[in-house]
């Protein structure tokens, strides 16, 4: 999951994956605890080292963090020093072979697949999912190609676009290494598995069956490309897309949420 959205700028500090992409998602400027710790006192001061990371680049302290066990004192610091719980996250997940359900056996020859995010596509997921300009946009981008990708678009009836998804195959990359900073994470080894990401729809064509298409055709494309399984991820919150998952045959494998340092208020007046 990593490898297949990977952050401008990475560093490896006592198993925590430090990220930043110029505040573009919050997963690509978020802390990846690989080894999240157990140690009280060694938490706090890996805590402080990332909170003066993050402050150089002028942005906020947020982790990616699991429940669960392995979690339980990493979780216990942040709550003791006030960080928020937000963005509860599902992670999804499907094997190979099975025929994605709600459609015709064969390839959607409406569905265009490429290998890079053409214009079309990009204008339609920034426009659904996007914060910011061009500048942002760049950075996205630029997160989009850290790794072997097909990008999947339908057109309404009109040739404009309704929906995009991209399916990210990040393939064998390197391990991670300490303490040097780091350009690529940890994949399964061989064929590997996809992740699928950018679901977005436009908000009038919503409802008419654009975001199945898009899932079935790229789940055809990995099966196509040897793929062993497929991840995505959706908010806890998002009923609707969660239906769409499920009628193709994925199904929860564990949670994460974000949590964030709450601003610190300073004093004002006389």
């Known amino acids: 999951?990593?490898?297949?959205?990977?952050?401008?700028?990475?560093?490896?500090?006592?198993?925590?994956?430090?990220?930043?992409?110029?505040?573009?998602?919050?997963?690509?400027?978020?802390?990846?605890?690989?080894?999240?710790?157990?140690?009280?006192?060694?938490?706090?001061?890996?805590?402080?080292?990332?909170?003066?990371?993050?402050?150089?680049?002028?942005?906020?302290?947020?982790f990616q963090s699991f429940d669960g066990p392995r979690y339980a004192a990493l979780n216990a610091v942040l709550?003791?020093?006030?960080?928020?719980?937000?963005?509860?996250?599902?992670?999804?997940?499907?094997?190979?072979?099975?025929e994605p359900g709600g459609g015709s056996a064969g390839p959607d020859p409406a569905v265009e697949i490429?290998?890079?995010?053409?214009?079309?596509?990009?204008?339609?997921?920034?426009?659904?999912?996007?914060?910011?300009?061009?500048?942002?946009?760049?950075?996205?981008r630029g997160i989009l190609e850290c790794c072997p990708a097909v990008y999947a678009l339908v057109r309404d009836d009109d040739g404009v676009p309704a929906a995009v998804a991209r399916l990210a195959m990040p393939g064998t990359v390197p391990a991670l290494t300490d303490p040097v900073p780091v350009v690529a994470g940890p994949a399964p080894a061989g064929p590997g598995w996809g992740g699928l990401y950018c679901m977005a729809t436009r908000p009038d064509a919503r409802r008419r069956g654009y975001g199945g298409r898009i899932v079935r055709a790229l789940l055809r494309e990995g099966d196509a490309?040897?793929?062993?399984?497929?991840?995505?991820?959706?908010?806890?919150?998002?009923?609707?897309?969660?239906?769409?998952?499920?009628?193709?045959?994925?199904?929860?494998?564990?949670?994460?949420?974000?949590?964030?340092?709450r601003p610190k208020r300073h004093l004002t007046g006389c």
């Open 1 to 62: 999951m990593d490898a297949a959205w990977r952050a401008a700028e990475c560093e490896e500090s006592g198993g925590w994956v430090l990220r930043a992409a110029s505040g573009v998602t919050q997963r690509a400027n978020s802390v990846w605890t690989r080894d999240p710790g157990e140690d009280p006192h060694r938490l706090i001061a890996r805590l402080r080292q990332a909170r003066l990371w993050y402050r150089d680049r002028r942005l906020p302290l947020i």
């Open 79 to 98: 709550d003791a020093e006030g960080f928020t719980r937000q963005s509860e996250t599902l992670v999804l997940v499907r094997p190979s072979g099975a």
């Open 114 to 140: 490429t290998p890079e995010p053409t214009a079309d596509w990009l204008d339609l997921w920034w426009s659904v999912d996007g914060r910011g300009g061009s500048a942002e946009l760049a950075v996205a």
């Open 225 to 261: 490309r040897g793929l062993e399984g497929y991840w995505l991820l959706v908010m806890a919150s998002n009923a609707g897309a969660r239906d769409l998952y499920a009628q193709a045959g994925f199904r929860e494998a564990c949670r994460y949420l974000y949590r964030q340092e």
